[in-house]
């Protein structure tokens, strides 16, 4: 017998060791995890290339740069306001205001000559900047005082536009924002899913199942990251991605072994026999569908992002969770409840025989004509990848909320009057005494250089840490501050002008951060790590199928259809997002670009759940194969038999997915999009049509292994055990 076999034969014998050790590692680990708090990963401690440097100056001089903020004092008429005196009055009202709250610093006024830039060139409008004491990344909870203070002095002065902007502020709005979409997606997943699984199954208990393993699988990896978390700090979004990939293998991997063990029952079987039949087939399936998506996983830790090595963490754990949970809690379940499994029977849901015998019809089309059936699938899938040969990326800002949330409008009025302002590139340098005469007269030629080719903006601020070993300056750019002429910006910033001034001071270190350093620092590690990921996550699963199946032709059609299916996604996702095309439908605005982290993870996580369903059909093909069929009927029973369970599995799985794209912040609109497209694609044109027209025209071929490889071990197949394993 194989290791699946063995482990649902032990659970059988073993049912209340399995079931309540699993509910006690999982929901203990949740309740702990709880209580001990998550350990988080700061902004500032995510960023790649240059921006990581920079960062990494201001940390080591703990010299955090605080999170600034910025009121603007707007005419409501387009009417000229600076040196009015209701203008003067309700500023130094408001500044007098703030200069009370003890969680602010540095308050700079447009009322102060000193502080030049703050009032616009049209004098419509004003700015007040000040900085949040604390670290940045907690800053959005410390800021309701000043955002209180800033409504009061709207509501004092009507006739002004008084309104604030920062990240502090921004993150607090986004928080509630991010914090209300995952309370909805979390109430609103479990009962689709369980009614999908009513209809997949036609009873209740057989439905409940897939569903209290999947999502004590993710209470047990949320709480589990939370002891990672203090050997590597994790992000706080991490809980909604273990939900997200928690429930869509979690039910997988259930229901594949549920189908095949009511498939076994509806032949005759008796309970024991069917069990450990299901345990020995899909079971093995699942351990090597889980192994695929592990290893998909894995390549995420070659990213060199901190963001996708915790993404990378919590996805291992929740699908190795999922995956054990499969074939030990699943078995053990199944044979306490024996026939009950059944009850709460619903009418007019059609199951079993009659499910293979509507796929068989479905199937006969693309086997009667598989070479056209070939050509026509696969330019269907090239024309819909088309888009992605002009796709661009840039990193999540806070213009990928919706329009009509009062901050967005609120950014883009400022930025409209004062360019680069409230995301400007900052200019960190690190002496042994940055006030030196030497130093500052290079810092403001870099200042000067930079007015003078046109691509930064006043007001222009500095800070400088109590050790006066690190300085940081900031430099409003031209664009919005995250587009590509701000990237230009921080280019030429970087290459020219900061090589000529700062680059002539001996022993003078300097990097550039901000929101569109950090966007091209990013994008450029991407292209360069992107490589690496493709060829350890194909390298690796080309390996695991050819010992698994011990054939040559396996694993390259699997990676061949598996990398067709997710080149359409990546199409599809440009042609949605990066246009205007669906924006009343999904309600988003566009920024023009896709979520520089979404590709690479849309790779990983989309290649290991379609090689999920490869892995699942072919090993039943293979399967009857090995019992005498030829190739041709092995490919119409086995995918025919499997197909029902596929298409439960991809349904749960885009309509979890879906939820997310229902989400306000646009990247985890993107990502929920563009996964649920892709699942529906692969199970639908890849498996229905492409997979088994290729198998077809394949024929024998199929299974070939070229004879200077007969020596690799041949793994344990599939066997049918007798029925006395189990007491």
């Not at 990921?533 to 695991?544: Q, T």
């Not at 990398?563 to 095309?581: C, E, I, K, P």
């Not at 985890?668 to 498996?687: E, H, N, P, S, Y």
Request: charged share 15%.
């Amino acid at each position: 017998m194989n290791l699946s076999g063995r482990a649902g034969s032990w659970s059988a014998a073993h049912w209340k060791r399995a079931a309540f050790g699993w509910f006690a590692l999982t929901i203990g680990a949740f309740v702990i995890g709880g209580a001990l708090g998550l350990n988080q990963r700061g902004d500032s401690q995510s960023g790649s290339g240059e921006t990581a440097r920079a960062e990494a100056y201001l940390r080591q001089a703990h010299f955090l740069s605080p999170a600034s903020e910025v009121v603007l004092v707007q005419s409501r008429d387009n009417q000229p306001i600076a040196g009015t005196q209701r203008f003067q009055s309700a500023v130094a009202s408001l500044v007098q205001t703030l200069q009370t709250l003890p969680q602010l610093q540095n308050i700079r006024s447009p009322l102060d000559p000193v502080h030049t830039g703050l009032v616009s060139k049209d004098q419509r409008s004003a700015i007040i900047q000040f900085d949040v004491k604390g670290a940045a990344d907690s800053a959005d909870k410390r800021i309701q005082p000043a955002l209180d203070a800033v409504a009061n002095a709207q509501a004092g002065n009507p006739t002004f536009r008084i309104e604030e902007f920062g990240a502090a502020s921004a993150n607090h709005v986004i928080g509630k924002t991010v914090t209300n979409d995952f309370k909805r997606a979390e109430y609103t997943s479990l009962p689709i899913t369980l009614a999908i699984l009513l209809l997949a199954f036609g009873a209740v208990v057989a439905a409940l199942l897939p569903v209290i393993l999947g999502f004590t699988a993710v209470l047990g990896a949320i709480g589990l990251c939370v002891f990672l978390s203090y050997l590597y700090p994790v992000p706080n979004f991490l809980d909604s991605v273990i939900l997200m990939m928690g429930m869509a293998v979690g039910v997988d991997y259930s229901l594949f072994y549920l189908q095949r063990e009511r498939e076994e029952r509806r032949r005759g079987n008796d309970a024991n026999t069917s069990l450990l039949t299901a345990a020995s087939t899909s079971g093995r399936a699942v351990l090597i569908s889980g192994t695929t998506v592990l290893i998909a996983m894995a390549g995420l830790f070659f990213a060199g992002n901190p963001i996708f090595t915790s993404m990378g963490l919590a996805t291992e754990v929740v699908v190795l969770l999922a995956m054990v949970g499969s074939v030990t809690v699943l078995p053990a379940l199944l044979h306490k409840l024996g026939d009950r499994v059944e009850r709460g029977r619903m009418p007019f849901v059609a199951t079993g025989r009659r499910e293979t015998r509507l796929w068989e019809r479905v199937l006969r089309p693309a086997l009667g004509r598989p070479w056209a059936a070939v050509v026509v699938a696969a330019g269907i899938l090239l024309a819909a990848a088309s888009p992605v040969l002009n796709m661009h990326t840039k990193l999540p800002s806070f213009t990928d909320l919706p329009h009509n949330v009062p901050i967005v409008q609120t950014y883009t009025r400022m930025i409209n009057a004062f360019p680069g302002a409230p995301t400007p590139a900052v200019v960190v340098i690190r002496a042994q005494n940055v006030n030196a005469p030497w130093v500052q007269s290079q810092v403001k030629a870099m200042q000067r250089g930079a007015l003078a080719a046109g691509i930064v903006k006043p007001p222009i601020s500095t800070r400088t840490s109590p050790d006066r070993t690190v300085q940081e300056i900031d430099l409003p750019l031209v664009g919005r501050g995250d587009d590509k002429a701000s990237i230009d910006a921080v280019q030429r910033l970087r290459t020219e002008i900061i090589p000529q001034t700062l680059g002539n001071v001996s022993g003078l270190e300097y990097a550039t951060t901000g929101v569109a350093a950090g966007t091209k620092d990013f994008n450029d590690l991407m292209k360069a790590r992107l490589p690496y990921v493709f060829a350890f996550v194909l390298g690796l699963a080309f390996v695991l199928l050819l010992l698994t199946f011990r054939s040559i032709v396996v694993p390259i059609t699997a990676i061949v259809l598996n990398l067709l299916s997710v080149g359409a996604a990546y199409g599809l996702l440009t042609l949605v997002f990066q246009h205007t095309w669906f924006e009343g439908v999904l309600g988003f605005t566009s920024n023009g670009g896709i979520t520089s982290w979404l590709p690479m993870f849309l790779f990983v996580v989309l290649f290991g759940l379609s090689m999920d369903y490869h892995v699942f059909i072919v090993s039943r093909v293979k399967e009857l194969v090995d019992r005498g069929e030829s190739t041709e009927d092995a490919v119409l029973h086995g995918i025919s038999r499997t197909a029902p369970s596929v298409t439960s599995a991809a349904a749960v799985m885009v309509a979890v997915f879906a939820i997310f794209a229902t989400l306000s912040l646009l990247q985890f609109k993107q990502m929920g999009f563009g996964l649920a497209v892709a699942i529906a694609v692969d199970a639908t044109i890849v498996r229905a049509v492409l997979l088994p027209a290729t198998m077809k025209i394949l024929g024998d071929w199929n299974w070939y292994l070229p004879r200077w490889l007969a020596w690799l071990p041949e793994t344990e197949r599939e066997e049918r055990p007798p029925a006395a394993l189990v007491d």
